[in-house]
């Protein structure tokens, strides 16, 4: 029994979940843990988890990678039963320890999404021993999971637009940010108003209302979009940029940064180029006596 607590821990598995025994694969060499629904959580569709009746007892006997016990890979084996759903139709019976259509537990998933905020895919797929391409759809797993649970482009009131470049070839992502949570809410490929419509067109003319700041460049397909879904919001320009790209005046001087200024600066104590009498050849290393006089340095 002490055993079964210490894999229940280990696996994060909750009450929903019986474990029937744990054993030692010596073939394959991993860990094969033995599980099963409780019964309330039987004949539950994989998809929305309404109850609907039983279809058949699908392909068997199925098996979910959890996270390794050191160098020993760990995996739940059970039934995977189908249910016949009045929404979704015939689909894999819901279970506790995993999301739908996927071939890793909630564990291992949750730890792979939080190791590619820290580090890149690549890294990631060699320390936990997967595919460079499972790591990026148990990402858009995982994703999915979350926007179906919270609503991100909810209580917006100022919003920050911007589009970024990636890969090679001018590729651009425009995406939106709240400034006050400071988390990027949205972000499509593409870089002009119809992508940016998109964005709107998701948010909802109700909550385009309530939109009051937009910060963005001087892009016109930016101005436009905003103008034309945000009639609330106040749009504020980047004062580093200008539409053309340029740097702008500055607003106090007058003046361009990086030009250089209209009169030489003068120096206390240094005389300017002076023409001598006998070569008629400029000096212009001559440093000032208190007497007056000059003398080459």
Known sequence: MLSIKVWRRVLDLDARTVI??????????????????????????????????????????????????????????????????????VVVAQVPWARHDAGHTRAFDDTVAWLVTQASKTATAELLRVAWRTVGSIIARVVADIDGQVDRLAGMRRIGIDEISYKRGHRYLTVVVDHDTGRLVWAAPGRDAATLDGFFERLGHERCAQIRQVSADAADWITRSVASHCPNAEQAADPSTSSNGRPKHSMKSGVTPGTPPAKPISCPGIVGPVRTASTGRTRSNELATPSGRTRRT
């Open 20 to 89: 029937e025994g744990v054993g030692f694969d010596e073939d394959s060499e991993v860990v094969m843990v033995r599980v099963r629904r409780r019964r309330p959580m039987k004949q539950r569709c994989g998809r929305c988890g309404a109850r609907a009746p039983g279809y058949d007892q699908g392909a068997g006997r199925r098996r979910w990678r959890a996270l390794d016990a050191g160098t020993v890979q760990v995996w739940l084996e059970a039934d995977s039963p189908r249910v016949n759903c009045a929404e979704h139709g």
